[in-house]
């Protein structure tokens, strides 16, 4: 891959999102001039505009690539060390180029959220990226890294207090300001019709366990409707990115040779507060959520919120690991942006950079950024994303 004109090339720079990670690489890595990077999408006209608009430097290449044709799509990941793909859903936009990828050797990441699309490019690609040297990266937004480096921080702790990791951890959403993309709720919506077409994809959709081919751990919690939780002394309310953020949880697991034990038991919810307003305030938010799953709502692909929406949204995450003696280790990861537009651009940039320069030595194959990277990826986000990650009595 040596001889490849850019390091990154960010596909889909014209969409919400893609023109936020651009925005961040121009930014971030102005006068950078080991950073080679290039911006692709379909149209040259708008490319010009977008980079334009970013403050992008006015020879930074731009490169036309359609997902409807997968010559261009070869011919732009020829030029790549790395793509960065933006384009969602990835269930109808994106396996002509992870299979260029993998083909080729390039590495791939993306914001994926769509679990059971997943699953079959890890089937589909795995050998022939083990095979290129490719490094396939999915899902390296606020869906699921902030969750799955959550995880790995709350059993880091639990190696110093309990002398091992724990078998069952709790993410708990205490606090987030902002709002999902327009293309999670774009996937989300394509899931459900795929599965509405085609029922053999249901089983999957609902397995814990979707993402760890040939593995099946112990049942998890469902997760699905209000409950009290007796440990946090707190009631807690489905959480709607659960359904992907487990997933990959578990095959991070799987990634790093199943440290958390095979027996791992993990769960997502918001928490609400404790009584009668906890509870309250748990069963009104399930129902919103039900209420969107099955509309229309939310931005639509390509819109988002304003800069200063994006400035003034945050999160706050606790992860909870539990000891067989009823010992807590805690873990926090706090995002400074809203997450599913400004953490998440520069999550992802940041994700590319880190295997980039960090990490060259990750061995080829489809992974999850947290196994992946780990420590050197925590201190990359910590340094340049605005996350952070701490112990918590």
Request: charged share 20%.
């Amino acid at each position: 891959m040596s001889s490849s004109k850019f390091d990154i090339v960010v596909y889909g720079a014209t969409g919400f999102t893609g023109q936020l990670v651009a925005e961040y690489l121009a930014t971030h890595y102005k006068g950078d001039a080991t950073l080679k990077w290039a911006m692709a999408g379909r149209s040259k006209d708008k490319l010009a505009s977008v980079r334009d608009a970013i403050g992008a430097p006015a020879d930074t290449p731009l490169i036309v690539a359609d997902a409807s044709d997968p010559a261009s799509l070869k011919a732009m990941v020829a030029q790549a060390k790395s793509i960065i793909s933006t384009v969602g859903p990835y269930q109808l936009y994106g396996s002509d180029l992870v299979a260029a990828c993998t083909d080729s050797g390039a590495d791939y990441f993306d914001l994926c959220g769509e679990p059971v699309w997943m699953r079959r490019m890890i089937e589909a690609h795995e050998a022939a990226a083990k095979s290129s040297g490719a490094r396939v990266v999915f899902s390296c937004g606020f869906d699921s890294l902030p969750f799955e480096l959550g995880v790995f921080c709350a059993q880091e702790e639990a190696k110093k207090i309990f002398g091992a990791p724990a078998s069952r951890v709790k993410g708990r959403v205490r606090d987030m300001r902002g709002t999902f993309s327009g293309g999670t709720a774009a996937s989300m919506r394509a899931t459900f019709a795929a599965a509405a077409n085609d029922p053999s994809m249901v089983p999957l959709l609902r397995s814990p366990f979707a993402l760890t081919p040939g593995f099946e751990g112990p049942k998890q919690p469902p997760g699905n409707r209000p409950a009290f939780d007796q440990e946090l002394e707190s009631w807690t309310t489905p959480f709607v990115m659960a359904t992907i953020n487990t997933r990959n949880v578990h095959r991070s697991n799987l990634l790093m040779g199943f440290p958390y034990g095979k027996d791992f038991v993990y769960d997502e919810m918001m928490l609400t507060g404790p009584g009668e307003q906890g509870e309250a305030k748990a069963k009104a938010i399930a129902t919103a959520n039900t209420a969107e799953k099955m509309g229309s709502g939310g931005p639509k692909p390509g819109e988002g919120p304003s800069k200063e929406e994006r400035e003034n949204g945050m999160y706050d995450l606790l992860f909870v690991a539990i000891a067989p003696d009823g010992r807590q280790a805690r873990a926090v990861v706090k995002g400074d942006r809203d997450p599913g537009y400004g953490s998440t651009s520069k999550m992802i940039s940041e994700c590319a950079i880190c295997l980039l320069r960090d990490m060259p030595d990750v061995p080829a194959g489809i992974w999850t950024p947290g196994a992946a990277m780990q420590h050197k990826l925590i201190t990359r986000l910590v340094d340049h994303a605005g996350l952070t990650f701490a112990a918590e009595k």
